[in-house]
């Protein structure tokens, strides 16, 4: 009678050791899928940008007037946008109306080559610290940036540029499985009631001789 129940014992100590094996393999797989998944997004987005610049450049517009919005959102209360009239005079702001009342209006307005600039930075900011985000960041998280852009599509200009921060377990770190073993769910990652958001938006653009 006692050798069965060897045989069980031993029986149910390989389930356990081949379930832990087959967790940890799905999590590698499924951390390397997440990890690759913005490289391959954030090259296309580069080709993106570099086709948008090229037909802006090709059209050589250094007189124009910009209506932009700009958000900053890192937390709550969320503050309201800034919108500014800006007229730009071979490539250097001469004008700038600001017709919404907003602490964001405080910082220079950017000319399109410089939205160019701030696009090109967001995607080689992988975890979002050019922003000057402040953020509570968990040993066993880390951030991520998502990088929205969208551009005209004749004048090539950046019609949204949107870089967004969230948080995730790291799952690389063996202490982030030890929590979800311990407690059945993974790290909190709590970033905020809202994900902290830089937001650029040209409403319109009016070529000028």
Same mark, same amino acid.
């Given at each position: +009678?006692? =050798?069965?129940?060897?045989?069980? $014992?031993?029986?149910?100590?390989? #389930?356990?050791?081949?379930?832990?094996?087959?967790?940890?393999?799905?999590?590698?797989? +499924?951390?390397? +899928?997440?990890?690759?998944?913005?490289? %391959?997004?954030?090259?296309?987005? =580069?080709?993106?940008?570099?086709?948008?610049?090229?037909?802006?450049?090709?059209?050589? &517009?250094? /007189?124009?007037?910009?209506?932009?919005? %700009?958000?900053?959102? $890192?937390?709550?209360? &969320?503050?309201?946008?800034?919108?500014?009239?800006?007229?730009? @005079?071979?490539?250097?702001?001469?004008? !700038?109306?600001?017709?919404? =009342?907003?602490?964001?209006?405080?910082?220079?307005?950017?000319?399109?080559?410089?939205?160019?600039?701030?696009?090109?930075?967001?995607?080689?900011?992988?975890?979002?610290?050019?922003?000057? $985000?402040?953020?509570?960041?968990?040993?066993?998280? /880390?951030?991520?940036?998502?990088?929205?852009?969208?551009? /005209?599509?004749?004048?090539?200009?950046?019609?949204? &540029?949107?870089? #967004? !921060?969230? +948080? /995730?377990?790291?799952?690389?770190?063996?202490?982030?499985? =030890? @929590? *979800?073993?311990?407690?059945?769910?993974?790290?909190?990652?709590?970033? *905020?009631?809202?994900?902290?958001?830089?937001?650029? %938006?040209?409403?319109?653009?009016?070529?000028?001789?």
């Amino acid at each position: +009678m006692g =050798q069965p129940r060897h045989r069980f $014992i031993v029986s149910n100590n390989y #389930r356990c050791i081949v379930l832990v094996l087959v967790g940890l393999l799905l999590g590698i797989a +499924m951390t390397i +899928m997440v990890v690759d998944a913005p490289n %391959r997004t954030r090259t296309r987005q =580069q080709q993106e940008l570099q086709a948008a610049q090229a037909r802006w450049k090709a059209h050589n &517009i250094d /007189h124009y007037r910009l209506r932009l919005e %700009r958000e900053y959102i $890192i937390g709550l209360p &969320i503050p309201p946008p800034c919108h500014q009239d800006v007229r730009v @005079v071979q490539g250097a702001i001469v004008d !700038i109306v600001d017709t919404e =009342q907003s602490y964001l209006c405080d910082s220079p307005p950017p000319t399109v080559e410089d939205l160019f600039h701030e696009a090109k930075a967001f995607l080689q900011d992988d975890t979002g610290t050019i922003s000057g $985000i402040v953020r509570m960041q968990s040993p066993l998280c /880390h951030s991520r940036s998502t990088v929205t852009l969208l551009f /005209h599509p004749d004048l090539g200009y950046p019609l949204l &540029i949107e870089q #967004r !921060i969230s +948080m /995730h377990p790291d799952w690389l770190n063996l202490n982030t499985w =030890q @929590v *979800w073993i311990n407690t059945g769910h993974p790290p909190p990652c709590y970033l *905020w009631n809202v994900e902290p958001t830089v937001r650029s %938006r040209v409403l319109e653009l009016i070529p000028e001789r």
